[in-house]
């Protein structure tokens, strides 16, 4: 009878050790899976797009760049007549 009880005994903590090391097995797996569900929903929201460039305005263009004629005459950097000739290449443009 010793043997035997001894034999029931091993068995009960085999199964015992088996059985928390399974659940410890799934545990870790379903973990492992709850974090890669996680990371899947993260990824697939949608991502802000960077807004499009706004196109310049073209008057604001032709604006600025007839201050810089009117500085550069000024600056003395140009005679009358080439500010004419820019100029109206800003404008007819």
Known sequence: MPGLLRGIARTAVVAGTATAVSNRVSRRQAGRWARQEEERYYDDEPVEAEPEPV???????????????????????????????????????
């Open 55 to 93: 196109a310049p305005d073209p008057v604001s263009t032709k604006l600025g760049q007839l201050r810089q004629l009117g500085e550069l005459k000024t600056q003395g950097l140009l005679t009358d007549a080439e500010f004419e000739v820019e100029k109206s290449k800003i404008l007819n443009s």
